[in-house]
């Protein structure tokens, strides 16, 4: 089992900044990318935003290309989301993930519980 932990949400103005982080922690030998997704609201798909995988590519949404930057700490297990020039249309909770194989199957994904961004215009 893997545990992820969110952290850096929060209120902050149309253009401001936020960096999200996300801590991994138990058996996280398996897991081959994290990254970042968003849901606006229950029931809704969630939506990928960003992902790294441990090689350090990196996948972006376009709505947020040239104003999100993923990186990894791989020391720390953690992965960080900041987000620069942020709208109000970012406003989701946004989910940590990790997505890894086992004995040749997957990817199977682990989830964050979410942490809320809102971006006030």
């Known amino acids: 089992q893997v545990q992820l932990v969110e952290s850096g949400g929060g209120l902050v103005q149309a253009g401001g900044s936020l960096r999200l982080s996300c801590s991994a922690s138990?058996?996280?030998?398996?897991?081959?990318?994290m990254g970042w997704y968003r849901k606006a609201a229950p029931g809704k798909q969630r939506e990928l935003v960003a992902?790294?995988?441990?090689?350090?590519?990196?996948y972006y949404a376009d709505s947020v290309k040239g104003r999100f930057t993923i990186s990894r700490d791989n020391a720390k297990n953690t992965v960080y989301l900041q987000m620069n020039s942020l709208k109000p249309e970012d406003t989701y909770v946004y989910y940590c993930?990790?997505?890894?194989?086992?004995?040749?199957?997957?990817?199977?994904?682990?989830w964050g519980r979410g942490t809320q961004v809102t971006v006030s215009s």
């Open positions: 992902t790294m995988t441990n090689g350090g590519s990196t």
């Open positions: 993930n990790a997505e890894y194989y086992s004995g040749g199957y997957g990817p199977y994904d682990y």
């Open positions: 138990g058996n996280i030998f398996n897991i081959n990318a």
